[in-house]
């Protein structure tokens, strides 16, 4: 019977005009901000798991720092304590710093980073050379690997000669005396190739062969940091901790996600107040739902008297009420959900909306559709509706309780 009920106030507010037209409008205002929340929450995801695939395809699964000072003193018996893992399987060692490349078109302070040869075959760098290839040079010549930001600055020529860069290291320890250039270790070197993957690296970064940067740091064995790859499938947090216990508290382990911390904080930020604004302009549009329910409950004051005459209770008034408005909403949902997921569909199928951006990874907006988000603004969609239809719902039940007495 209370079903039958929502259903006959529901399907009665399109045979009166007023009514009917704020329903439609409610019903309207609930669709778009629905519609609009998918197609947003949907790019966020997308963008996000642009940001996240970049990062797992060039940054390693875990990354190892000294917790005090520049560099591991004990990488060797790190090293033999990290072999015992079997989701292990591959390991860096890097000699990491900033640097000043010089050129006689100019000068850059660099991040430096020295690798072994065989780094150049991880897959996230192999795709990422853009011209020439990655090579450190062999012991007569020492090769440097620019990023395209790097390259551009100083106009590096690919194979050049060693006059053509130079790159100097401060000497620990070494006072400027009258020449500065005694302060500072220099190594000529030629530029081998130049990769490219997204602005951060692309400005920045140069690799180079470790020894050589050892060699500038005045530390033969230096190691800054240790890189590790892991089995497909692995759960970085997991091994993340068990690392942790292994090495103990002088070392700091990074998961991917952990070495962008702040970018990843802004984007779960940005996503709050997305949803936020949602919300508030849920609200608004809702406020045709509070109208339609309050003239509704005006308009049947004498059936709801006959209601409570026979016998309806007012938690069964207030019940109808508030179904009718979550029937508004959800008709309004559903709608929304559904053409939010069809502009979703098509942005993937078509690619209709593009970035604009001739420097951009993709061309087109990226999406993902997530399950949980329809969940999210569905149950939003749910709560508002039952906040805003409480007030005509109680007001119902104040004019049953007047028209029995009434009556």
Same mark, same amino acid.
């Given at each position: 019977?209370?079903?039958?009920?929502?259903?006959?106030?529901?399907?009665?507010?399109?045979?009166?005009?007023?009514?009917? #037209?704020?329903?439609? &409008?409610?019903?309207?205002?609930?669709?778009?901000? #629905?519609?609009?929340?998918?197609?947003?929450?949907?790019?966020?995801?997308?963008?996000?798991?642009?940001?996240?695939?970049?990062?797992?395809? *060039?940054?390693?699964?875990?990354?190892?720092?000294?917790? !005090?000072?520049?560099?591991?003193?004990?990488?060797?018996?790190?090293?033999?304590?990290?072999?015992?893992?079997?989701?292990?399987?591959?390991?860096?060692?890097?000699?990491?710093?900033?640097?000043?490349?010089?050129?006689?078109?100019?000068?850059?302070?660099?991040?430096? !980073?020295?690798? /072994?040869?065989?780094?150049?075959?991880?897959?996230?760098?192999?795709?990422?050379?853009?011209?020439?290839?990655?090579?450190?040079?062999?012991?007569?010549?020492?090769?440097? @690997?620019?990023?395209?930001?790097?390259?551009?600055?100083?106009?590096?020529?690919?194979?050049?000669? +060693?006059?053509?860069?130079?790159?100097?290291?401060? $000497?620990?320890?070494?006072?400027?005396? &009258?020449?500065? $250039?005694?302060?500072?270790? =220099? =190594?000529?070197?030629?530029?081998?190739?130049?990769?490219?993957?997204?602005?951060?690296? /692309?400005?920045?970064?140069?690799?180079?062969?470790?020894?050589?940067?050892?060699?500038?740091?005045?530390?033969?064995?230096?190691?800054?940091?240790?890189?590790?790859?892991?089995?497909?499938?692995?759960?970085?947090?997991?091994?993340?901790?068990?690392?942790? !216990?292994?090495?103990?508290?002088?070392?700091?382990?990074?998961?991917?996600?952990?070495?962008?911390e702040s970018l990843m904080r802004v984007l779960l930020i940005e996503r709050l107040f997305v949803i936020l604004a949602f919300v508030v302009i849920l609200l608004i549009s809702s406020f045709n739902i509070f109208t339609a329910l309050s003239m509704l409950a005006v308009e049947k004051r004498?059936?709801?008297?006959?209601?409570?005459?026979?016998?309806?209770?007012? #938690?069964?008034?207030?019940?109808?009420?508030?179904? @009718?408005?979550?029937?508004?909403?959800?008709?309004?949902?559903?709608?929304?959900?559904?053409?939010?997921?069809?502009?979703?569909?098509?942005?993937? $199928?078509?690619?209709?909306?593009?970035?604009?951006?001739?420097?951009?990874?993709?061309?087109?907006?990226?999406? =993902?559709?997530?399950?949980?988000?329809?969940?999210?603004?569905?149950?939003?969609?749910? +709560?508002?509706?039952?906040?805003?239809? *409480?007030?005509?719902?109680?007001?119902?039940? $104040?004019?049953?309780?007047?028209?029995?007495?009434?009556?």
């Open positions: 019977m209370q079903g039958l009920l929502i259903w006959r106030y529901f399907a009665g507010l399109r045979r009166r005009s007023a009514l009917g #037209a704020l329903s439609a &409008i409610s019903i309207l205002g609930v669709a778009v901000a #629905a519609g609009a929340m998918v197609v947003v929450l949907s790019a966020f995801n997308g963008l996000e798991g642009l940001i996240r695939d970049l990062y797992t395809s *060039w940054d390693p699964a875990l990354q190892i720092t000294p917790a !005090k000072g520049k560099f591991i003193e004990n990488a060797t018996t790190a090293q033999l304590r990290l072999q015992a893992f079997p989701q292990i399987t591959g390991m860096q060692i890097i000699a990491e710093d900033n640097a000043l490349l010089r050129t006689d078109k100019g000068q850059a302070v660099v991040r430096l !980073k020295g690798v /072994d040869p065989a780094y150049g075959k991880k897959p996230g760098l192999a795709k990422a050379i853009v011209a020439g290839r990655f090579s450190l040079g062999n012991g007569a010549v020492s090769g440097v @690997v620019l990023g395209a930001g790097v390259e551009y600055a100083l106009q590096i020529p690919l194979n050049g000669t +060693l006059a053509d860069a130079q790159l100097w290291y401060p $000497r620990a320890g070494k006072n400027i005396g &009258i020449d500065p $250039r005694s302060a500072f270790a =220099r =190594r000529g070197v030629i530029a081998t190739g130049v990769f490219q993957v997204e602005k951060q690296y /692309d400005e920045h970064y140069v690799f180079a062969d470790r020894q050589l940067v050892a060699t500038l740091m005045g530390k033969p064995d230096a190691c800054t940091g240790i890189e590790l790859d892991l089995q497909p499938g692995a759960d970085p947090d997991k091994v993340a901790k068990e690392v942790i !216990k292994a090495l103990g508290p002088s070392f700091i382990v990074k998961t991917s996600e952990q070495q962008h004498r059936a709801l008297a006959v209601l409570g005459a026979m016998g309806a209770t007012p #938690a069964i008034i207030r019940t109808t009420f508030l179904g @009718v408005g979550l029937a508004i909403s959800s008709l309004g949902a559903s709608l929304g959900l559904g053409a939010g997921i069809g502009i979703c569909w098509l942005q993937d $199928r078509y690619k209709l909306v593009s970035m604009g951006l001739q420097t951009a990874l993709v061309q087109e907006y990226p999406v =993902r559709v997530d399950a949980s988000d329809l969940w999210l603004i569905g149950t939003t969609v749910v +709560l508002v509706s039952l906040a805003v239809s *409480w007030l005509p719902a109680a007001g119902a039940v $104040r004019a049953n309780n007047a028209g029995v007495r009434a009556w």
